[in-house]
């Protein structure tokens, strides 16, 4: 069983399923959590004004992001999206 970044155990409730829709349905899912996580870290980020909490923001949005890109990565490594169809969120550092 892989295992992402999810930090919840999953119950299937399609117990016939192989292992690869389950490896991939529970990606997608947490593509869909870091997204929805990235958006609260930017909502936070731009209703604190305390330089401390910034600074937290900061960080928080950071690691989210990193996060993100790992997950598109295997989503990409594992045909789930096509590479071509993988934009950087807002404010992703694109390297190639």
């Keep these: 069983m892989k295992s992402f ?5 999953y119950a299937t409730d399609e117990p016939d399923l192989p ?3 389950n490896d991939e349905k529970r990606l997608l899912n947490d593509l869909r959590l870091t997204r929805t996580e990235l958006e609260i870290a930017y909502s936070g980020f731009d209703n604190v004004t305390e330089p401390d909490l910034i600074d937290c923001y900061i960080y928080k949005v950071n690691a989210v992001l990193k996060r993100y890109k790992f997950l598109m990565e295997k989503a ?4 789930i999206v ?10 992703e550092d694109v390297q190639d």
Excluded: I, M, Q, R
């Design 5 to 9: 970044f999810s930090h919840t155990t």
């Design 19 to 21: 292992a690869k829709d």
């Design 76 to 79: 990409v490594e594992l045909n």
């Design 82 to 91: 096509k590479a071509a169809d993988f934009k950087p969120l807002p404010g």
